[in-house]
């Protein structure tokens, strides 16, 4: 537990969180805020984790003194369809409404290591910062590795708690078919098909495997824009098109069974697989 203290009324007032500041103990930590200002204290605290010292006597805060450390209601925006294991940061607050300075913290460890920013300060691992009106005060969080999982932080400031959430995006698609193309008539040739409907129900990019028993995969074509060629670390988008471009092989009457998944090895996702055959002459 640490403290903050400030002059304030006659007295010295330490503001006393529980989470996510440094480790001392009461006594230590009231001695050197009360000796700040030639003042001693006792090493007692209140319900609600505040004190006054004041010339060697020690007097707990009431329910309305314990306002003082009470901002002005704010909200954190829930942010949705956030990358997989990628910092999210909140929208930015100002403080207000507030009788003496606290502090803002977030606890150390927790998932997704959140810390806060205040005044807009490098970006790092701080999970606790002295705030008071006119300061601003962003939090961040690492979003989870895995699909459509929500991390709820809770964030003090004073005496009141707030949240932030941050939940990533979708990257399983719907179901989608192939229809299976026209065979060839030589061999080997190229064979070129195309999903009869858009990929859909996606809000991330989600990856691309192609796989053949024969021949091989030879290109993509993504959403129209040209053919390249097949890599296995290709991503398709929401909405998109998806043409696949197979070589067959050499041996007659063979039977290419062709499978394209998205969503493959994505944590969390049920990839969704579509074949098709190609039949040699």
Request: glycine share 8%; with cysteine; aromatic share 6%.
């Amino acid at each position: 537990m640490s403290r903050i203290s400030q002059p304030f009324a006659g007295f010295i007032v330490v503001v006393a969180l529980s989470v996510g500041l440094p480790s001392t103990t009461p006594a230590a930590s009231m001695n050197q805020a009360c000796a700040a200002s030639g003042r001693t204290t006792k090493s007692a605290t209140s319900g609600q984790g505040l004190m006054l010292c004041q010339s060697g006597t020690y007097q707990s805060f009431t329910s309305g003194s314990n306002a003082a450390a009470m901002p002005t209601s704010f909200t954190f925006t829930a942010q949705t369809g956030v990358a997989f294991n990628t910092v999210a940061c909140s929208n930015t607050v100002t403080i207000s409404g507030l009788s003496v300075p606290v502090y803002a913290a977030v606890s150390p460890g927790a998932t997704g290591s959140p810390y806060v920013k205040v005044n807009g300060s490098t970006p790092g691992t701080t999970t606790y910062g002295a705030v008071f009106n006119g300061n601003t005060l962003q939090v961040c969080v690492t979003s989870a590795n895995y699909n459509m999982l929500q991390i709820d932080t809770a964030v003090s400031v004073g005496s009141s708690n707030f949240g932030f959430s941050v939940k990533t995006g979708n990257k399983q698609p719907n179901p989608f078919t192939f229809n299976n193309p026209a065979n060839p008539v030589i061999k080997p040739t190229t064979v070129d098909n195309c999903a009869t409907a858009n990929i859909s129900a996606l809000s991330l990019p989600s990856p691309v495997v192609v796989t053949t028993n024969h021949g091989s995969v030879t290109a993509l074509n993504i959403n129209g824009t040209g053919w390249a060629a097949y890599t296995g670390s290709q991503t398709i988008s929401n909405n998109q098109s998806l043409c696949v471009r197979i070589t067959t092989s050499a041996v007659a009457a063979e039977v290419h069974t062709v499978t394209v998944t998205i969503g493959n090895a994505v944590p969390g996702v049920i990839p969704q697989s579509a074949p098709y055959t190609i039949t040699n002459p």
